[in-house]
Protein backbone atom coordinates (compact mmCIF):
# COMPACT_ATOMS: atom_id res chain seq x y z
CA UNK A 1 0.00 0.00 0.00
CA UNK A 2 1.57 3.05 -1.43
CA UNK A 3 1.14 5.74 1.40
CA UNK A 4 3.03 8.91 -0.69
CA UNK A 5 2.91 8.35 -4.44
CA UNK A 6 4.64 10.62 -7.27
CA UNK A 7 2.77 9.77 -10.02
CA UNK A 8 4.92 11.25 -12.68
CA UNK A 9 7.96 9.02 -13.01
CA UNK A 10 9.01 11.65 -15.03
CA UNK A 11 9.86 15.22 -16.04
CA UNK A 12 10.83 17.40 -18.69
CA UNK A 13 11.54 21.62 -18.54
CA UNK A 14 13.24 24.05 -20.26
CA UNK A 15 16.13 25.67 -18.53
CA UNK A 16 14.28 29.06 -16.95
CA UNK A 17 10.92 27.49 -16.84
CA UNK A 18 8.89 26.34 -13.90
CA UNK A 19 9.18 22.90 -12.83
CA UNK A 20 6.35 21.78 -10.64
CA UNK A 21 6.57 18.09 -8.88
CA UNK A 22 3.57 16.61 -7.45
CA UNK A 23 3.38 14.08 -4.47
CA UNK A 24 -0.34 12.95 -3.01
CA UNK A 25 -0.61 11.17 0.47
CA UNK A 26 -3.40 9.20 1.56
CA UNK A 27 -2.55 8.59 5.63
CA UNK A 28 -4.10 11.63 7.41
CA UNK A 29 -1.49 11.09 10.39
CA UNK A 30 1.26 12.64 8.18
CA UNK A 31 2.04 15.93 9.79
CA UNK A 32 5.53 17.19 8.52
CA UNK A 33 6.67 16.50 4.84
CA UNK A 34 10.04 16.71 2.79
CA UNK A 35 11.61 16.85 -0.23
CA UNK A 36 14.89 15.22 -1.16
CA UNK A 37 16.85 15.44 -4.64
CA UNK A 38 18.97 12.44 -5.64
CA UNK A 39 21.53 12.53 -8.56
CA UNK A 40 22.73 9.40 -9.40
CA UNK A 41 25.79 7.45 -7.40
CA UNK A 42 24.92 9.76 -4.36
CA UNK A 43 22.87 9.69 -1.56
CA UNK A 44 19.66 11.76 -1.44
CA UNK A 45 20.14 15.54 -0.38
CA UNK A 46 17.64 17.31 1.64
CA UNK A 47 15.75 19.93 -0.21
CA UNK A 48 13.13 21.59 1.89
CA UNK A 49 10.50 20.81 4.11
CA UNK A 50 6.87 21.82 5.53
CA UNK A 51 4.53 21.12 8.44
CA UNK A 52 0.87 20.83 8.13
CA UNK A 53 0.45 23.83 10.67
CA UNK A 54 1.73 25.59 7.25
CA UNK A 55 0.30 25.93 3.34
CA UNK A 56 3.83 27.12 1.67
CA UNK A 57 7.03 27.23 2.23
CA UNK A 58 9.71 29.15 0.41
CA UNK A 59 13.88 28.85 0.03
CA UNK A 60 15.37 30.77 -3.07
CA UNK A 61 14.28 28.83 -5.82
CA UNK A 62 12.17 26.51 -3.77
CA UNK A 63 8.59 26.82 -2.99
CA UNK A 64 6.73 23.70 -1.48
CA UNK A 65 2.66 24.08 -1.54
CA UNK A 66 0.51 21.63 1.00
CA UNK A 67 -2.84 21.40 0.24
CA UNK A 68 -4.31 19.09 3.63
CA UNK A 69 -7.67 18.76 2.51
CA UNK A 70 -6.57 17.16 -0.88
CA UNK A 71 -3.64 15.80 0.80
CA UNK A 72 -1.19 16.99 -1.63
CA UNK A 73 1.40 18.43 -2.07
CA UNK A 74 4.00 20.56 -4.93
CA UNK A 75 7.60 21.37 -5.41
CA UNK A 76 8.29 24.77 -7.13
CA UNK A 77 11.46 25.15 -8.91
CA UNK A 78 11.25 28.38 -10.37
CA UNK A 79 13.86 28.96 -12.70
CA UNK A 80 15.01 24.97 -13.41
CA UNK A 81 18.57 25.40 -14.02
CA UNK A 82 20.27 22.44 -15.71
CA UNK A 83 21.82 21.10 -12.59
CA UNK A 84 18.12 20.77 -11.27
CA UNK A 85 18.08 17.48 -12.82
CA UNK A 86 17.83 15.05 -10.42
CA UNK A 87 14.90 12.60 -8.72
CA UNK A 88 13.20 14.23 -6.33
CA UNK A 89 11.74 12.23 -3.61
CA UNK A 90 9.18 13.42 -1.57
CA UNK A 91 8.66 12.02 2.09
CA UNK A 92 6.26 12.25 4.55
CA UNK A 93 6.61 12.12 8.54
CA UNK A 94 3.95 10.93 11.19
CA UNK A 95 4.16 10.29 14.93
CA UNK A 96 3.08 6.29 16.46
CA UNK A 97 3.40 7.07 19.84
CA UNK A 98 6.76 8.11 20.19
CA UNK A 99 7.75 6.52 17.34
CA UNK A 100 8.33 8.47 14.15
CA UNK A 101 8.75 7.05 10.46
CA UNK A 102 9.84 8.43 7.43
CA UNK A 103 7.60 7.08 4.63
CA UNK A 104 8.88 8.37 0.93
CA UNK A 105 6.99 8.04 -2.66
CA UNK A 106 8.81 6.72 -5.73
CA UNK A 107 10.41 9.61 -6.90
CA UNK A 108 10.31 11.85 -10.20
CA UNK A 109 12.46 11.95 -12.32
CA UNK A 110 13.51 15.94 -13.95
CA UNK A 111 15.48 16.92 -16.86
CA UNK A 112 15.70 20.52 -17.51
CA UNK A 113 16.83 20.73 -20.82
CA UNK A 114 18.81 23.48 -22.37
CA UNK B 1 32.79 17.59 8.88
CA UNK B 2 33.02 14.52 7.70
CA UNK B 3 29.64 13.11 6.30
CA UNK B 4 28.01 10.01 6.40
CA UNK B 5 30.73 7.27 5.49
CA UNK B 6 28.96 3.44 4.22
CA UNK B 7 30.97 0.65 3.19
CA UNK B 8 31.46 -0.98 1.25
CA UNK B 9 30.30 0.36 -1.91
CA UNK B 10 29.29 -2.83 -3.86
CA UNK B 11 28.97 -6.04 -2.76
CA UNK B 12 27.91 -9.14 -4.44
CA UNK B 13 26.60 -12.47 -3.06
CA UNK B 14 24.80 -15.50 -3.93
CA UNK B 15 21.08 -16.44 -2.32
CA UNK B 16 21.51 -18.24 0.92
CA UNK B 17 24.53 -16.24 2.31
CA UNK B 18 24.08 -13.18 4.87
CA UNK B 19 25.67 -9.69 4.29
CA UNK B 20 26.45 -7.38 6.90
CA UNK B 21 26.64 -3.46 6.06
CA UNK B 22 28.27 -0.77 7.69
CA UNK B 23 27.54 3.23 8.66
CA UNK B 24 29.60 5.68 10.59
CA UNK B 25 27.25 8.88 11.11
CA UNK B 26 27.96 12.17 11.41
CA UNK B 27 30.06 13.16 14.45
CA UNK B 28 27.24 14.21 16.58
CA UNK B 29 24.85 12.41 15.31
CA UNK B 30 22.78 9.68 17.33
CA UNK B 31 19.72 9.09 15.36
CA UNK B 32 20.47 6.34 11.97
CA UNK B 33 18.06 5.15 9.63
CA UNK B 34 18.08 2.82 6.93
CA UNK B 35 16.57 2.57 3.89
CA UNK B 36 16.32 0.52 0.76
CA UNK B 37 15.65 1.58 -2.86
CA UNK B 38 15.02 -0.62 -5.39
CA UNK B 39 13.88 0.70 -9.26
CA UNK B 40 9.97 1.70 -9.35
CA UNK B 41 9.43 0.97 -5.06
CA UNK B 42 11.40 4.40 -4.03
CA UNK B 43 13.28 4.07 -0.59
CA UNK B 44 11.42 2.02 1.62
CA UNK B 45 12.43 2.41 5.16
CA UNK B 46 14.02 -0.57 7.33
CA UNK B 47 14.80 0.55 10.49
CA UNK B 48 15.55 3.79 12.83
CA UNK B 49 18.22 4.01 15.76
CA UNK B 50 19.31 5.97 18.66
CA UNK B 51 21.28 5.82 21.21
CA UNK B 52 21.69 2.76 20.73
CA UNK B 53 18.49 1.15 20.36
CA UNK B 54 15.48 0.52 17.54
CA UNK B 55 12.96 3.25 18.01
CA UNK B 56 11.25 1.98 14.62
CA UNK B 57 10.94 -0.75 12.22
CA UNK B 58 9.41 -0.92 8.43
CA UNK B 59 7.77 -3.62 7.10
CA UNK B 60 10.70 -5.77 6.34
CA UNK B 61 10.93 -9.56 7.34
CA UNK B 62 12.74 -10.63 10.19
CA UNK B 63 15.86 -11.52 7.73
CA UNK B 64 16.60 -8.03 8.34
CA UNK B 65 18.07 -6.48 11.25
CA UNK B 66 20.55 -3.85 13.22
CA UNK B 67 22.17 -2.57 15.76
CA UNK B 68 24.00 0.45 16.50
CA UNK B 69 27.13 0.86 18.68
CA UNK B 70 27.73 3.21 21.30
CA UNK B 71 29.54 5.99 19.37
CA UNK B 72 26.43 5.72 17.17
CA UNK B 73 28.05 4.06 14.33
CA UNK B 74 25.43 1.27 13.06
CA UNK B 75 25.59 -1.99 11.32
CA UNK B 76 22.41 -3.59 8.99
CA UNK B 77 22.43 -7.29 8.28
CA UNK B 78 20.44 -9.38 6.53
CA UNK B 79 20.17 -13.03 6.73
CA UNK B 80 19.32 -15.97 4.19
CA UNK B 81 19.76 -13.69 0.73
CA UNK B 82 16.95 -13.42 -1.57
CA UNK B 83 17.13 -12.22 -5.09
CA UNK B 84 14.32 -9.56 -4.50
CA UNK B 85 17.24 -7.98 -1.97
CA UNK B 86 19.23 -6.86 -4.86
CA UNK B 87 19.27 -3.07 -4.12
CA UNK B 88 20.69 0.18 -2.86
CA UNK B 89 20.70 0.21 0.70
CA UNK B 90 21.04 3.74 2.56
CA UNK B 91 22.07 5.14 5.74
CA UNK B 92 21.22 8.96 7.11
CA UNK B 93 22.21 10.26 10.56
CA UNK B 94 20.77 13.32 12.40
CA UNK B 95 20.74 14.65 15.43
CA UNK B 96 17.52 13.60 17.03
CA UNK B 97 15.74 11.87 14.17
CA UNK B 98 13.94 11.58 11.08
CA UNK B 99 11.93 14.74 11.56
CA UNK B 100 14.39 16.73 11.01
CA UNK B 101 17.06 17.15 8.02
CA UNK B 102 18.59 13.95 7.09
CA UNK B 103 22.23 13.25 5.76
CA UNK B 104 22.83 10.70 3.48
CA UNK B 105 25.21 8.04 2.97
CA UNK B 106 26.03 7.02 -0.55
CA UNK B 107 24.74 3.87 -0.23
CA UNK B 108 25.81 0.71 -0.97
CA UNK B 109 24.44 -1.40 -3.95
CA UNK B 110 23.94 -4.81 -2.96
CA UNK B 111 23.76 -7.67 -5.97
CA UNK B 112 22.17 -11.07 -5.33
CA UNK B 113 22.93 -13.66 -7.70
Known amino acids: DQQVKQNSPSLSVQEGRISILNCDYT??????FLWYKKYPAEGPTFLISISSIKDKNEDGRFTVFLNKSAKHLSLHIVPSQPGDSAVYFC?????????????FGTGTRLQVTL | KAGVTQTPRYLIKTRGQQVTLSCSPISGHRSVSWYQQTPGQGLQFLFE???????NKGNFPGRFSGRQFSNSRSEMNVSTLELGDSALYLC????????????FGSGTQLSVL
Open chain 1, 91 to 103: AAEGHTGTASKLT
Open chain 2, 49 to 55: YFSETQR
Open chain 2, 92 to 103: ASSLWGVREKLF
Open chain 1, 27 to 32: NSMFDY
